[in-house]
């Protein structure tokens, strides 16, 4: 059975960053991020391939966020700069098994219990 466990989140201040991991048990699969804000649906952030070599991020995030994986620790970043209150959500890891390029929580196997990221102004 696959694990996926957040750390890494807190309350920042809005220009801050913070750096989100998730640890993982098994093989090296797809990773994505995703968000969940009070009262809203379940967004994504973005993904990374297996081989880490390509990412993706939503338009709300790029250029400020960067993931990246240590295979050898078994795990998957998000590095969160520049950080926003809008960006204030329960941050979610999770796995996919198939293909690289989902943007879609439906897509995805395997999922973290979520970590809080709150941002004051």
């Known amino acids: 059975q696959v694990q996926l466990v957040e750390s890494g989140g807190g309350l920042v201040q809005a220009g801050g960053s913070l750096r989100l991991s998730c640890a993982t048990s098994g093989r090296t699969y797809t990773m994505g991020w995703f968000r969940q804000a009070p009262g809203k649906e379940r967004e994504y952030v973005g993904t990374?391939?297996?081989?880490?070599?390509?990412?993706d991020y939503a338009d709300s995030v790029k250029g400020r966020f960067t993931i990246s994986r240590d295979d050898a620790k078994n795990t998957v970043n998000l590095q969160m700069n520049s950080l926003k209150p809008e960006d204030t959500a329960v941050y979610y890891c999770a796995l996919r098994t198939t293909t690289f390029g989902s943007k879609s929580a439906r897509d995805y196997n395997y999922w973290g219990q979520g970590i809080q990221v709150t941002v004051s102004s």
């Open positions: 990374v391939s297996r081989s880490g070599e390509f990412t």
